[in-house]
């Protein structure tokens, strides 16, 4: 799937959300995308880095101590 078509199924998904508010104004937006988004990428990222943090981090272009704070916050450690 290219950049293109990610930005297509984002464009979708959000117009859908629209819809579905049905004139009900949105709230925190920005925070419930980043937070939607951000989970399944790090679930993907770690699973194809075989779980090497500092891996996944230079994949990311994060920090690896930012990538661990992003995994703590979405429960993806024990």
Known sequence: MSKKNIEEVVRASLETYFRDLNGTEPDNMHDMLVRVVEKPL?????????????????????????????????????
């Open 42 to 78: 790090l679930e993907i990222v770690m699973q194809q880095a075989d779980n090497n943090q500092s891996r996944a981090a230079e994949w990311l272009g994060l920090n690896r101590n930012t990538l661990r704070k992003k995994l703590l916050d979405h429960k993806l450690l024990k």
